[in-house]
């Protein structure tokens, strides 16, 4: 028996914060896409039961686009359980556009664990609330010779209580053999007990560059009483921030060249955010605009961030009797931070000696 193990999915996520209007538009029409083509990956794997373990959308205002596609997949694989457990995003309108009309193959969880029996193995869940966190653990019972699937949402702690923490101390010694959770947006498989494991599956696409790295859900094969795991990497684009670190280069091409090797490895599809850091001479000759428009045009989306700092060998300058020299004792003499006081003389010595000042 197979299932898939979602989560985070947040389909109908604005995604303005970085994107102009038109890629925030495309790539919502992207997620709903990798949406089906799970859906389809699925039909096509034999998988019994897609597991969505909490928020499959990203709020109150989900368009009736999403909400068709959602339920005309569901409508369409009747062979396919869709086991939803709503979480901390997900809206109520989803439910209601069915209007009473309930799809058999979709399978709903409550305040209360629900379970449901697929001979090789028992799915259940539940959804946590302020007023059932304090206790719904300890009505947790599971019989020690089935493979139980257990699914919650919200953020693991070893022990504790509150909004949304789900205490993995009182899940250990239940007979629980793979805790499917959501919240966490990325990837992480941990042993629970002797038995089982926990398993965050992350979210099927990264939307910003707080959700880098491969992205995707959890694929679990169950055969004689195990429960094996793969991890399926499924996002249509990826998003990558790397870090470049320039110290003592003096030129934009040199630089360039730095971040060409550093991005190298990454799809010309993906989200890439640079940082530029280390120490970089005083006259260095630093464009971050011909850097960044290299990065616009090799990837779909691209910004650069300066974290770079200057190399002032405030020595030499001492007995310097050039403007320069005055100019850079002046500057490094004031109560001006460090930082400040590093741009200031950035942008003086680009000017003295004829550059364009671009910040």
């Known amino acids: ?74 409508v369409k694989h009747p062979g396919i359980d869709f086991l939803y457990l709503k979480g901390n995003h997900d809206p109520e309108d989803f439910l209601r556009s069915f209007d009473g009309d309930m799809p058999q193959n979709l399978k709903l969880f409550s305040d209360a664990w629900v379970f449901w029996d697929y001979g090789e193995a028992v799915v259940g869940g539940v959804e946590l609330t302020a007023e059932n966190q304090e206790y719904i653990y300890d009505t947790l019972r599971l019989a020690g010779d089935r493979v139980n699937i257990v699914t919650l949402h919200g953020q693991e702690a070893d022990y504790g209580s509150g909004d949304g923490i789900i205490p993995i101390g009182k899940l250990q010694n239940r007979s629980i053999d793979y805790l499917a959770l959501g919240h966490i947006h990325s990837y992480r498989l941990e042993k629970l007990d002797d038995r089982g494991m926990w398993c965050y599956s992350g979210c099927l696409e990264g939307r910003g560059f707080d959700e880098c790295g491969r992205k995707g859900f959890v694929l679990l094969d169950i055969q004689k009483g195990r429960v094996k795991t793969q991890f399926v990497p499924f996002a249509a684009r990826q998003c990558a921030e790397i870090s470049v670190d320039v110290s003592d280069m003096d030129t934009s ?9 550093a991005a190298a ?95």
């Not at 709903?32 to 205002?61: N, P």
């Not at 091409?253 to 090797?261: D, K």
Request: glycine content about 6%; proline content about 2%.
């Open 253 to 261: 091409p040199r630089m360039l060249e730095a971040v060409r090797r």
């Open 1 to 74: 028996m197979k299932l898939i193990h979602c989560a985070d999915l947040h389909l109908d996520s604005r995604m303005e914060a970085n994107l102009t209007k038109e890629q925030a538009r495309e790539r919502r029409q992207e997620l709903l896409g990798t949406f089906t083509h799970m859906v389809a990956y699925a039909a096509k794997e034999g998988v019994r039961a897609i597991l969505i373990a909490g928020d499959l959308f990203d709020g109150g205002r989900v368009s009736r686009t999403a909400l068709h596609v959602v339920k005309a997949e569901i």
């Open 265 to 359: 490895q990454i799809p010309a599809s993906s989200l890439v955010k640079v940082v530029l850091t280390g120490e970089i001479p005083v006259n260095a000759e630093k464009n971050t605009a011909y850097l960044t428009q290299w990065l616009r045009e090799n990837f779909y989306f691209a910004k650069l961030y300066d974290r770079t700092r200057l190399a002032v060998p405030y020595d030499s300058y001492r007995y310097d009797c050039s403007l320069k020299g005055e100019f850079v004792r002046l500057v490094s003499g004031g109560d001006l931070g460090d930082e400040e006081k590093e741009k200031i003389i950035r942008m003086g010595i680009r000017a003295l000696a004829g550059e364009e000042l671009e910040e």
